[in-house]
């Protein structure tokens, strides 16, 4: 069964931070890393062919989409065991509206912007006792949107289609 994600991908710059600070996370917890990203949507049942044209049939003025950090946050395991909160804003709305409507038609999809840094069950203690970020930027900046086949367990993710913004 097609289970598709749609995936904001950061700016080589912070990519490069961000996928370093999951790499640091992950393997200290022993789990399987995987791409810095911001999921738009999740389970998108819809063909590749539909939602690569969804995608493209997206028009923005901005090439770019900035991105306010609000902080780190344990929270419900597994997918958001440990995590960065990101301030909404207008154009991750319309967006990701965009999208809901396009791919989800009917499904309700509870939209929380954030970054994970690790899935899987752990103890919130030792999530904040073992992990320092000194590193996390104040904001972050996405250049790329992709379909990532996440039909699989997450050392198996896929990125499908990419381009840029």
Not at 14 to 21: G, K, Q, R, T, V
Not at 126 to 144: A, T
């Amino acid at each position: 069964m097609l289970n598709f994600s749609i995936w904001l991908l950061p700016e080589s710059r912070f990519e490069l931070l961000l996928n370093s600070i999951i790499k640091k996370t992950t393997n200290y917890f022993s789990c399987s890393p995987f791409d810095a990203h911001y999921t738009l949507a999740s389970g998108v049942n819809q063909p590749l062919a539909k939602t690569k044209g969804v995608l493209n049939s997206y028009k923005t003025k901005a090439k770019l989409i900035r991105c306010d950090l609000i902080g780190l946050v344990a929270g419900e395991s597994p997918w958001k065991s440990f995590y960065i909160s990101i301030k909404n804003n207008s154009e991750i709305s319309r967006i990701q509206n965009y999208i809901s409507e396009k791919l989800l038609s009917g499904q309700n999809y509870d939209f929380d912007p954030h970054m994970s840094l690790v899935y899987g069950r752990f103890d919130e203690i030792d999530l904040r006792n073992n992990i320092k970020f000194s590193s996390i930027p104040k904001e972050v900046i996405f250049d790329k949107i992709a379909i990532v086949d996440t039909s699989r367990s997450v050392k198996d993710w896929t990125i499908v289609y990419e381009t840029n913004i």
